[in-house]
């Protein structure tokens, strides 16, 4: 079983940055994965990590801007998101897979933690 617990959400002027960690209980060798859902849409995949930080992949909305890492080691992943735009106001979860390719897929993924909330100003 694997719990997870994001935090690090809040306002954010546009052009902005912030970082969410995501700690994670249990069973800490999994791929995980950050996804958003913003108001009125899905819940969209964002940025992928294997177990051990050797493969990342990115939404092509997100592609150098947002870095995703983790050091397990504190058993936390992070989502550092530079330049942040209004478009990216949404709330943010970190899910987990023991997969890497599943964790790419918000139908896939075994785990999600609650969700923090991110809202980009103008």
């Known amino acids: 079983q694997v719990q997870l617990v994001e935090s690090g959400g809040g306002l954010v002027q546009a052009g902005g940055s912030l970082r969410l960690p995501c700690v994670v209980a249990g069973r800490v060798h999994y791929a995980m994965g950050w996804f958003r859902r913003a108001p009125g849409k899905e819940r969209a995949f964002v940025a992928a990590?294997?177990?051990?930080?050797?493969?990342?992949h990115y939404a092509d909305s997100v592609k150098g801007r947002f870095i995703v890492s983790r050091d397990n080691a504190n058993n936390t992943i992070y989502l550092l998101m530079n330049s942040l735009k209004p478009e990216d106001t949404a709330v943010y979860y970190c899910g987990a897979d023991q997969v890497y390719e599943d964790v790419q897929s918000p139908i896939m993924t075994d785990y999600w933690g609650q969700g923090t909330q991110v809202t980009v100003s103008s």
């Open positions: 990590i294997d177990w051990n930080g050797s493969r990342t």
